[in-house]
Nanobody
Framework: QVRLVESGGGLVQPGGSLRLSCTASGFTFQYQTMGWFRQAPGKEREGVSCIHYGDLSTDYADSVKGRFTISRDNAKNTVYLQMNSLQPEDTATYYC?????????????????WGQGIQVTVSS
């Protein structure tokens, strides 16, 4: 059974940082392209970042470029999202997702597996 478990969310002040982690089990992690998505109340899901399983290429939404960094540790079956310079508009539920053997894309419909999500709130 595939499981993706996010951690590291919480409340942070504007300008602060958080690091999200997503630990996977139930499949061969090294063959999964991993993505981070978010959804704020009343808004559509947004692709935030992804990292390819093979060449480790990455992609980012324009709204987070230069502030967020995605990385992965195949030995730990974990993908990370380092989020710096957080702003109130980054407030959302963040989800990690896995795409078996696929390209690094920010379209959620392509992803096979999803985590339960974790809340990130940026507020003073």
């Amino acid at each position: 059974q595939v499981r993706l478990v996010e951690s590291g969310g919480g409340l942070v002040q504007p300008g602060g940082s958080l690091r999200l982690s997503c630990t996977a089990s139930g499949f061969t992690f090294q063959y999964q392209t991993m993505g981070w998505f978010r959804q704020a109340p009343g808004k559509e899901r947004e692709g935030v970042s992804c990292i390819h399983y093979g060449d480790l290429s990455t992609d980012y939404a324009d709204s987070v470029k230069g502030r967020f960094t995605i990385s992965r540790d195949n030995a730990k079956n974990t993908v990370y999202l380092q989020m710096n310079s957080l702003q109130p508009e980054d407030t959302a539920t963040y989800y990690c997702a896995a795409l078996t053997g696929g390209l690094c894309v920010l379209a959620g419909d392509f992803y096979d597996y999803w985590g339960q999500g974790i809340q990130v709130t940026v507020s003073s």
